[in-house]
């Protein structure tokens, strides 16, 4: 297996509703293929630097997976017959891969993506502990506690 990313950039007057078809159906792609999809990154709508297809504006899309060069093959077969797609490019990142550190990746990048857990709330004493009035009784104690007794 290889490591690749590829860029493709969608036609920018196209619907949301297409774009997202558009990418589910390259990442099914990629995953059917026997590759495996590490990260998927949408750039979003951008400024085309000159005029593509008729238009000046694009959907960008970066894919990051590990395959086999039919999987690529096939990937770039569907761009140039998929009409949404007006540019593409694929690059090998590295030529062998190691699975295992790849599988640790793609966990580690999932448990970043993960919302963080809320902070457990205080349990009830602990509370009640913390409202004024119980600061403030036992920060000061009962003044017959501190005189010192008179002997008459």
Excluded: C
């Excluded at 196209?14 to 990418?23: C, G, M, Q, R, Y």
């Excluded at 998927?40 to 008729?54: A, P, T």
């Excluded at 913390?130 to 003044?143: M, N, R, V």
């Amino acid at each position: 297996m290889r490591r690749y990313e590829s860029v493709w950039v969608i036609h920018g007057d196209l619907p949301d509703e297409e774009v997202k078809s558009a990418i589910d159906k390259f990442s099914r792609i990629i995953s059917t293929h026997g590759g495996m999809l590490v990260g998927m990154e949408e750039w979003g709508r951008r400024k085309l630097g000159y005029k593509i297809q008729g238009t000046l504006r694009g959907y960008y899309v970066l894919a990051d997976f590990a395959g086999l060069p039919a999987t690529v093959k096939e990937l770039e077969r569907n761009y140039r017959i998929d009409d949404r797609i007006i540019r593409y490019q694929t690059v090998v990142k590295s030529k062998k891969v190691n699975l295992e550190a790849l599988q640790a990746e793609m966990a580690a990048k999932a448990q970043a993506a993960a919302p963080a857990p809320e902070p457990e709330a205080a349990p009830l004493k602990e509370a009640a502990a913390l409202t004024p009035e119980a600061a403030g009784a036992e920060a000061a104690p009962s003044a017959e506690a501190t005189s010192p007794a008179k002997e008459d």
